[in-house]
């Protein structure tokens, strides 16, 4: 079983950048696609972007598109979400997982973003 943590969250102002890093055990890391998810209080897990085993490929949601930058390093079973110009609405417990995701989740981070 991959153990997944996430880290690198806080408080921000409106504007600001924050990197969040997961770290994975486990083998199988390098194999699989990884997704970046979050959850803001009174809605549903959405995922915000997602990268291909070897990083050659990203997804991102349209509200993130041009602000967070998904990138891995596989040597380091280490996946990071890079997020620029944040905002308010950003505000959300962000999660790592594979992608698709397995039924574990981790504790994920909190990123709150202050207007």
């Known amino acids: 079983q991959v153990h997944l943590v996430e880290s690198g969250g806080g408080l921000v102002q409106a504007g600001g950048s924050l990197r969040l890093s997961c770290a994975a055990s486990?083998?199988?890391?390098?194999?699989?696609?990884m997704g970046w998810y979050r959850q803001a209080p009174g809605k549903q897990r959405e995922l915000v972007a997602a990268i291909t085993s070897g990083g050659s490929r990203n997804y991102y949601a349209d509200s993130v598109k041009g602000r967070f930058t998904i990138s891995r390093d596989n040597g380091k079973d280490t996946v990071y979400l890079q997020m620029t110009s944040l905002k308010p609405e950003d505000t959300a417990v962000y999660y790592c997982?594979?992608?698709?995701?397995?039924?574990?989740w981790g504790q994920g981070t909190q990123v709150t973003v202050s207007s």
């Open positions: 997982n594979f992608r698709p995701p397995d039924e574990n």
């Open positions: 486990g083998s199988i890391f390098s194999i699989r696609a």
